[in-house]
């Protein structure tokens, strides 16, 4: 993986679809609200009190449960203006997919993070709205003989824990959740991801509008490949969570090479249920 960053977002184009989505009504921001409970949920379960913390990429309001004068900053292609060691938790939901320097960007959290801090965060993964990139695509190639990429690239999980471990987080940890939503008809789910202000702000996008007959064709790729019992169509939302500690002398570190003090063959052999005789 290249460390040079591949600028393929638009960051006017994001923070322009980002606007209308708030013109659009609170509303449409129900997954953000979800995962930011579930969020929630995990710091509880971490049972420590944080007195400094940051919300890095908030759209709308304020993080879920923290109080209304909590510290936040919004995301851009620029560095972060946030002094060294000045936050003992950084939470990000649902908001790094559009980061085009994600190693980068995780660094300057590290950075702004107090020894023993926490970086709690959320985005979207690879499987995120696979249904709607299978049949717009399927569409587009039928009619035309060709197809434009018309959703953007998502991460992979199991590739985030390395870039924490890259970026000098302790303790990286990268798991994943998956939420499916049904929609009465493929053009609710496109207008909701409008409202969420997830808008393809790609770079190399298309600039004009999809033509009326590619998109008639792909609704009804959708309901024809994805539709449930009822008539409902779903929509897939992969959900990443990425978990990082910055570096302190009492967290936990694992053993060096050839520090065990059993060899892993008496290991086995301790574990396993005796032989009949």
């Known amino acids: 993986m290249s460390d040079t960053p591949a600028f393929i977002f638009d960051t006017h184009s994001v923070m322009r679809n980002r606007q209308r989505g708030i013109n659009m009504g609170a509303h449409f921001d129900f997954l953000r609200a979800e995962v930011a409970d579930r969020l929630c949920d995990r710091l509880i379960e971490i049972n420590r009190n944080f007195s400094a913390p940051l919300d890095i990429g908030r759209h709308y309001g304020r993080f879920v449960g923290w109080p209304?004068?909590?510290?936040?900053?919004?995301?851009?292609?620029?560095?972060?203006?946030?002094?060294?060691?000045?936050?003992?938790?950084?939470?990000?939901?649902?908001?790094?997919?559009?980061?085009?320097?994600?190693?980068?960007?995780?660094?300057?959290?590290?950075?702004s993070l107090k020894p023993d801090g926490l970086f709690l965060g959320t985005l979207y993964g690879g499987e995120t709205l696979t249904e709607l990139r299978h049949s717009l695509l399927a569409a587009e190639s039928e009619i035309i003989g060709g197809a434009h990429q018309r959703v953007i690239p998502f991460a992979d999980v199991r590739d985030m824990g390395g870039l924490l471990q890259r970026a000098g987080f302790a303790l990286p940890v990268a798991d994943m959740d998956t939420i499916t939503v049904t929609y009465e008809h493929p053009l609710k789910l496109m207008q909701e991801l409008r409202g969420m202000g997830e808008a393809n702000a790609l770079r190399e996008r298309q600039k004009n509008f999809l033509r009326r007959d590619i998109l008639m064709r792909a609704c009804e790729i959708y309901a024809r490949d994805f539709s449930n019992e009822g008539g409902r169509v779903r929509a897939t939302f992969q959900i990443i969570y990425i978990t990082g500690w910055h570096p302190h002398d009492s967290q936990q570190k694992p053993l060096k090479r050839g520090s065990?003090?059993?060899?892993?063959?008496?290991?086995?052999?301790?574990?396993?249920p005796p032989k009949p005789e």
């Open 68 to 111: 209304t004068n909590t510290p936040a900053t919004t995301l851009s292609d620029k560095p972060l203006s946030i002094p060294a060691h000045t936050h003992d938790l950084i939470v990000s939901n649902l908001a790094l997919h559009w980061v085009n320097d994600l190693p980068g960007l995780l660094i300057q959290i590290n950075h």
């Open 260 to 272: 065990a003090t059993m060899r892993l063959e008496d290991a086995l052999k301790a574990g396993s």
